[in-house]
């Protein structure tokens, strides 16, 4: 049983939209929560991460928003590209050893 | 630098027969992972090392063993291949004290 739950399974947006990856957790233990990029044939990247005591984190057109109360966070990207088409992954842990993946999400960003 | 790297990064084998699935990074990472990425169900975590000499289970261990007798190498075997096993299998490593995981290009391997 997947302890992060990751939706959509796969996303389809015009070039300049903002695609929201969503995920939700269970264990309340969990102290980080990355997002990882993974293109076809290639390992996950980091991407973006944050921590419960902070709602918001953005490192670009990459976003992070964070609801500890729902236990819910989700990825946004502004000014979406066509390069920015790829697999996306969140993930929580509590000691950086036992990480947790979603499902993962595959995003199509058209010309 | 070349990072994380695998070997081999395809493989075929038959129900029964047994592989070794090398990780090696030049990093000097004290901790090293492996993880199976399986359509629909993300990556899990089958065993990691936080240094030499040292291992633990993940998620899923069973009908996997793994050592790490030098720093920069993480060895996975699979004594007795089943169906099951078919998946991609990513190494990842890090430095302690700082929580981002460097995967290597990931091995593809089908059991027959």
Not at chain 1, 23 to 42: H, L, R
Not at chain 2, 32 to 43: A, I, K, T
Request: one cysteine or more.
């Amino acid at each position: 049983q997947q302890q992060v739950k990751q939706s959509p399974q796969s996303l389809i947006v015009q070039k300049g939209g903002i695609p929201i990856i969503n995920c939700a957790y269970e264990n309340t233990a969990f102290d980080y929560f990355p997002w990882y990029q993974q293109f076809p044939g290639k390992g996950p990247a980091l991407l973006i991460a944050i921590r419960p005591d902070v709602s918001e984190k953005k490192e670009g057109r990459f976003t992070i928003s964070f609801n500890k109360s729902a236990k819910q966070f989700s990825l946004h990207i502004m000014d979406s590209q066509p390069g920015d088409s790829a697999t996306y992954f969140c993930a929580a842990t509590y000691n950086n050893n036992d990480m947790r993946f979603g499902a993962g999400t595959r995003l199509t960003v058209k010309p | 630098n070349a990072g994380v790297t695998q070997t081999p990064k395809f493989r075929v084998l038959k129900t029964g027969q047994s592989m070794t699935l090398l990780c090696a990074q030049d990093m000097n990472h004290e901790y090293m992972y492996w993880y199976r990425q399986d359509p629909g169900m993300g990556l899990r975590l089958i065993h990691y090392s936080v240094g030499e000499g040292t291992t633990a289970k993940g998620e899923v261990p069973d009908g996997y063993n793994v050592s790490r007798l030098k720093k920069q190498n993480f060895l996975l075997g699979l004594e007795s291949a089943a169906p099951s096993q078919t998946s991609v299998y990513f190494c990842a490593s890090r430095y302690r004290g700082r929580y981002e995981q460097f995967f290597g290009p990931g091995t593809r391997l089908t059991v027959l």
